[in-house]
């Protein structure tokens, strides 16, 4: 995905393991503004936020 894609409060997943997360930040550079660092949190997490580039996530479309 674009950053330029997302929304604070948009669900997400990385497709390798599918697992929802929640985007509750977003970082980017005016020398790549497609990309940047998401962070992402979700349901019952105890840590920090988890980090990931945009480019690696994509819209969470759960189970039918």
């Known amino acids: 995905m674009k950053i330029t894609e997302l929304?604070?409060?948009d669900k997400v997943c990385?497709?390798?393991d599918g697992f929802p997360m929640i985007?509750?930040?977003l970082f980017s550079s005016?020398?790549?503004l497609?990309?940047?660092?998401v962070?992402?949190?979700f349901e019952g997490?105890?840590?920090?936020?988890?980090?990931?580039?945009?480019?690696n996530l994509i819209?969470?479309?759960g189970k039918a």
């Not at 997490?45 to 480019?55: I, S």
Request: hydrophobic share 25%; with cysteine.
């Open 7 to 9: 929304e604070i409060g």
């Open 14 to 16: 990385n497709p390798s």
């Open 23 to 25: 985007v509750v930040g």
């Open 30 to 32: 005016l020398a790549d």
């Open 34 to 37: 497609n990309n940047g660092c």
């Open 39 to 41: 962070y992402l949190d």
């Open 45 to 55: 997490n105890e840590g920090d936020r988890w980090e990931e580039e945009a480019k």
């Open 59 to 61: 819209p969470y479309k």
